[in-house]
């Protein structure tokens, strides 16, 4: 099963598993919203989630 993240940037982030889109999005956030670094929790990055 897949995931697919949409930020609102329009950045559109694929992962394999739920770890790999984890390790995505806090490599996304850090590089493209460094003000948001550290405020997400795991499981709040999986809510915004979809299957793909």
Not at 11 to 18: C, H, L, N, P
Not at 36 to 49: E, N, P, T, Y
Request: contains cysteine; charged residues 25%; aromatic residues 2%.
């Amino acid at each position: 099963m897949s995931y697919l993240v949409n930020c609102e940037c329009g950045a559109q982030v694929r992962a394999e598993d739920e770890d790999s889109l984890v390790a995505q999005i806090e490599q996304h956030v850090a590089d493209t919203h460094p003000e948001l670094q550290g405020k997400m929790s795991r499981d709040d990055i999986l809510a915004m989630a979809e299957q793909a």
